[in-house]
């Protein structure tokens, strides 16, 4: 583990990408040499608004709880980017570079996600259409991979907690290479700042749920896309999957029909 | 779609309207007139409550709080007609809370409200009370686009409008924050007036302790059910002094009153910036607006100032007048929906406990 100076240190050398409402996230190198391959840095910074002791306790629990389960995915063989530093009590995680786009915005609908693109929804479904040309993948090989890397995800216990578009990627085939005979690229799941542990149905469901809500209101007229997604997980899952499909059809009813009365 | 304007579809009165709102889904029975100028411009003529105040220790029962409401609801609406200087004639809609809330309470307004539209000849207008308190809020404060941080006895939701919908992002799995409040008030018997929630904030200042409780954010979703029996399993603990005060000059590990409300309040009222936080980031917006009667709390706009501060974005509060339930949000909301050619017909003027801030069509908004 990293000293806290010689991390934040790390991170005023680094280049801001993006600021979540958590995390600040940075493209850094570990060390200076020209061959080594950069790192993603995720920083959970200080939030003013939170009592000192409250906020600390926090950010250790999330860090360090992000790195176990990343870790329990890499053991299990899922597809997920590899721990390279864990400073908790700074909170910072450094995790691999993956070269390549988010799943959001190789699907028609998602790429106009930034606000005051300009662009009219044909355009983006064209563009969404090219993207994919350049993986070499058809949508339907894509929602394949996707429901077995969460199945896979899912016989390890853990759940992800935020299963979106956005937080899956795909490595480009240029700075990738494949072991797969026909694919040339890989799936990753990405951002497990929520996920837990778990081996209950319910919770699986859930996270299913999440991510039906996430494809009908990224994507439109996706519910085909999301039933293969379904049938990918069912065929890795087998016989686990049975108790779960229920579930999840009553998770459906559930969403809908939540009270708001306290 | 995005980088798209729509034309406001809210047209500029061609003369002025006037509006009586009538609330009463919890224990306060409210009632205000509101005016809406040619100009576009809106005018507060009257903003009258009367609250059901029971004694420490206890909650308020729906049947006692309707007959509260039976007994105050023609005072409260003469006072309100006085003092706005109008008469019942003058008015061009009566508006009244449609849900949701308690269901004798909501009944007994409900009933108030018909009569005085047959009687008056006057059209009803039935409100839902999270789209008084938005639209009241984005009145008085002027926010355009907030996110809305909607806190109160009975509803614990964030919310962002799309598409002539308030959409609710992220919303309480349990009880309401409210609630959880009210509720600890009695275990350590705070009084109930003015508000438990005020006598925890006050007490709040006094705790020096901050105490481990549950942090329980999943996602967008809060849960306060668990947090609130963590915070009542503290005063049975052997270190727990109700009195707050050491028993003798050694006693120094000790657990007050003030010490539980303030760590109550600093883990809910984090968790409720944290989700709001989390919603501004998704969708992109600048400015925060709290409403409902916990909005009232200094100390939690004092954390939402923080956190807006750091986002480089902008917080928007009321006082009690608008932020605690009040007649005149629903005078404010009905009116919008009025101008609209929205109706309540008699036989459709019913109330409903359940009743969700999305089910409801915001025509008045582009």
Known sequence: ?262 | MPGRVRKDPLRKPDRPYLALGLEGSANKFGAGVIKHFEDGSTAVLSNIRHTYITPPGEGFQPRDTALHHREWALKVINDCLTKADVSMHDLDCICYTKGPGMGAPLQSVALVARTLSLLFNKPLVGVNHCVGHIEMGREITGAQNPVVLYVSGGNTQVIAYSRQCYRIFGETLDIAIGNCLDRFARVINLSNDPAPGYNIEQEAKKGKRLLALPYTTKGMDVSFSGILTSVEAYTFDKRFRANGQPQNSNDEDIITPADLCFSLQETIYAMLVEITERAMAHIGSKEVLIVGGVGSNERLQEMMGIMAQERGGKVFATDERFCIDNGIMIAQAGLLSFRMGFETPLSESTCTQRFRTDEVHVAWRA
Request: hydrophobic share 40%; glycine share 6%.
């Open chain 1, 1 to 262: 583990m990293a000293s806290p100076s010689s991390s934040l240190a790390l991170i005023s050398t680094s280049t801001l990408i993006s600021q979540g409402a958590e995390a600040k996230v940075y493209k850094a190198h570990l060390s200076a040499a020209p061959s080594d391959p950069p790192v993603l840095l995720k920083h959970r910074f200080r939030k003013g608004y939170r009592h000192p002791t409250l906020d600390a306790s926090l950010t250790r629990g999330r860090v360090a709880g992000e790195a176990r389960a990343l870790l329990k995915c890499l053991r299990a063989g899922v597809n997920v980017p590899g721990i390279r530093m864990v400073d908790a009590a700074e909170g910072v995680l450094a995790i691999d570079w993956i070269t390549g786009n988010s799943v959001r915005k190789l699907l028609p609908g998602g790429a106009d996600e930034d606000e005051d693109t300009g662009e009219d929804e044909d355009e983006s479904e064209a563009d969404a259409a090219d993207a994919l040309q350049e993986y070499d993948i058809s949508v339907d090989v894509l929602m394949q991979l996707i429901g077995q890397e969460i199945a896979k995800m899912h016989l390890a216990d853990v759940i992800h907690g935020d299963l979106t578009t956005s937080n899956m990627m795909l490595r480009h085939p240029a700075s990738f290479t494949s072991r797969h005979p026909t694919l040339r690229t890989e799936l990753v799941l990405i951002d497990f700042g929520l996920s837990y542990h778990s081996n209950l149905v319910e919770d699986k469901a859930v996270d299913l749920y999440v991510l039906e809500r996430a494809f009908s209101s990224t994507h439109p007229d996706s519910e085909p896309l999301f039933a293969s997604v379904l049938k990918a997980y069912e065929q890795r899952l087998g016989k686990e999957w049975a108790a779960i499909g229920r579930r999840l059809d009553e998770v459906r009813l559930r969403g809908r029909k939540r009270s708001m009365v306290g």
